[in-house]
């Protein structure tokens, strides 16, 4: 990512943020991945689907934070001190999914806002501009998991109160209930793969 009239990251605590950055993205998309795996295995596929959407999506802003660095750091090694969550509950996608929520919440909250002024300080805006979006990224995740983590506590992930459309994401069979169906009737699917239509479609 080539920035044209950019001072020298060289020597600045930008530099050392972009790396814990991309440290940070890299090892969630790879947490992703095994949650991923996790729901799978528990009957889960659109949760699966969903940490899987989030670990591309943390893959690109690592490589994003990476060809910063490479501008003028290729060949080289940045050390770095931070702190990284070691979060993994095997056959526990609740608990997977509540975990991905704080850190989420941290990362757009706190971590990217505050690298975002270093950079600004530094004179770095381009690269301050680029930790506020992806903040806002991040804050998105935190929501969609935070939603999903609703509907399991409450169980409300495959019933709802009220009859409501519910998608089979297959075959695009629609049902229209309380619950979704044990087993899709048309593609013969389990009920893991038919999502609700939200309230205000």
């Known amino acids: ?120 300080k530094e004179g770095f805006n381009q690269i301050a501009a680029t930790f506020n979006m992806i903040a806002k990224i991040e804050e998105t995740h935190s929501q969609r998991f935070a939603a999903i983590a609703k509907d399991m506590q409450n169980d409300t992930l495959f019933t709802k109160p009220t009859p409501v459309a519910w998608h089979c994401e297959v075959c695009g069979h629609i049902h229209y209930g309380v619950a979704a169906p044990a087993i899709c009737p048309v593609c013969k699917h389990a009920k893991g793969y038919f999502k609700a239509e939200a309230a205000n479609n």
């Open 1 to 120: 990512m080539e920035v044209v009239g950019m001072a020298s990251l060289k020597g600045s605590e930008t530099h050392k943020n972009l790396m814990r950055a991309f440290a940070g993205e890299s090892q969630a998309r790879n947490r992703y991945t095994f949650y991923a795996s996790i729901a799978k295995k528990q009957g889960y596929p659109l949760i699966e689907k969903t940490f899987t959407l989030t670990a591309n999506q943390e893959q690109m802003h690592a490589k994003i934070f990476f060809q910063y660095l490479s501008e003028e750091f290729n060949g080289e090694e940045i050390e770095i001190d931070a702190a990284y969550p070691v979060d993994i509950y095997q056959e526990n996608t609740l608990q997977n999914i509540l975990a991905s929520v704080t850190a989420e919440t941290h990362e757009h909250q706190e971590i990217y806002p505050a690298f975002a002024e270093v950079a600004k």
